[in-house]
């Protein structure tokens, strides 16, 4: 029971990390180290939310490797329970930026991340 919950845990703070890694890349690179002021927000450039749509699965296949990893046994099962995890997360996230994005990038980004996780826990499985 306990290493099934440090490997759903364990796989989504490999996400986490990598999605942080992506939003510093973001914040330095494309933002010139500064955030930008809420007041003024506007939707972000196309090739950022390209950029997000690339990223957001090839991390989402690491969280799902990391998960089946220390789980070990069942990986697809402990990476259904991520997913599952991640199903309400969406769905927040999804309310909270409805309108400052466009619905592609809403709903693809989430789509696209669950389906890495259980990619990641396949490739786990087959390796």
């Known amino acids: 029971m306990i290493r ?6 364990a796989g989504y703070l490999a996400m986490f990390i990598g999605v942080s890694i992506f939003f510093t890349f973001v914040v330095f690179f494309a933002w010139g180290g500064k955030l930008p002021d809420p007041a003024t927000y506007t939707t972000p450039p196309s090739w950022l939310l390209y950029a997000e749509l690339a990223w957001v699965p090839l991390v989402s296949v690491a969280g799902g490797w990391v998960c089946a990893f220390v789980a070990r046994s069942r990986p697809m099962r402990h990476a259904a329970a991520l997913v599952a995890i991640m199903a309400p997360l969406t769905a927040v996230s999804i309310v909270g930026e409805w309108g400052m994005k466009p619905v592609w990038s809403l709903l693809g980004v989430p789509v696209l991340g669950m389906a890495g996780v259980l990619l990641g826990a396949r490739l786990y499985r087959a390796v």
Do not use: E
């Open 4 to 9: 099934s919950i440090l490997a759903v845990v």
